[in-house]
């Protein structure tokens, strides 16, 4: 591995990276105990990357069981320092029309009873990290340079409101997270954010656009499950190619 190796966090839809050659599968223990599963390493595009499913490799884990600690913690001790991750999204604002890809620069949490922290036992000091900025922004304007120059549908930034899961949000909910000034809503940007920030990892999201999120869109009417399977897979052809590109060397 160098020391420009990334590591992609695949969501909903990147369960698997094609034309990854996979080299080898690592089983991690940590002290937050198991991962969503073993840690892939690989080739891809001719680059050592690493590959995680958020989900678990067979989509089973839901976004409120997800150990976001044992994850994050597996990478940085796999010897990881950048991570893109890649998550599927609902869109709010007109700009967010599925399925474009977005990459956020800003966060609001309204997740619950996550392990949210790394910080909260053997400690020597009480430790507030700094997170006004809570994505990495040479590795956001990385993938914002590469999807430009590839010609890709995307919006270069957005606050992402992260919820509980695992339903869906009311148009009421929805309305909210608008007044609060989210552009997209997600159920797994937190707390692995803060974790990756804690951990001074360098970390970005790529979004993808599934659906408009409850009471938007045309029609306003329920989310259908075709059309963000459908989004998500057109979605996921452009993260493909932009994960293949933005590898850096
Ligand atoms: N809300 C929350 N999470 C999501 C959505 C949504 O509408 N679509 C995809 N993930």
């Given at each position: ?120 036992a ?9 997170f ?32 509980q ?8 909910e929805?309305?909210r ?71 850096p060397?």
């Open positions: 591995m160098t020391d420009t190796t990334i590591a992609i966090i695949g969501g909903t839809g990147l369960t698997s990276l094609k034309g990854l050659e996979i080299t080898r599968r690592e089983v991690m223990h940590t002290p937050y105990g198991e991962p969503s599963g073993p840690i892939t390493h690989g080739v891809l595009a001719g680059r050592e990357v690493m590959f995680l499913a958020r989900h678990g490799y067979g989509h089973t884990i839901p976004p409120h069981r997800i150990n976001y600690r044992a994850n994050l913690w597996a990478l940085k001790n796999a010897g990881i320092h950048r991570v893109v991750a890649v998550a599927a999204v609902g869109g709010i604002t007109a700009e967010m029309a599925p399925p474009r890809l977005v990459f956020p620069d800003q966060i609001i949490d309204y997740t619950w009873s996550r392990g949210h922290t790394l910080f909260e053997d400690l020597s000091h009480v430790t507030h990290v700094d006004t900025h809570p994505y990495c922004e040479e590795l956001r304007h990385a993938l914002i340079q590469e999807a430009r120059q590839i010609g890709l549908d995307f919006v270069d930034r957005g606050t992402y409101g992260a919820t899961g695992p339903r869906l949000e009311t148009a009421a929805v309305n997270l608008e007044r609060d000034g989210c552009d997209i809503v997600g159920m797994t940007g937190m707390p692995e954010a803060a974790l990756a920030r804690e951990l001074e990892l360098c970390y970005a999201t790529c979004a993808v656009v599934a659906n408009w999120a409850a009471g938007r869109g045309e029609g306003q009417g329920e989310i259908s499950m075709e059309e963000v399977d459908r989004n998500v897979a057109e979605g996921m052809v452009n993260v493909r190619t932009l994960l293949e590109n933005i590898i060397t």
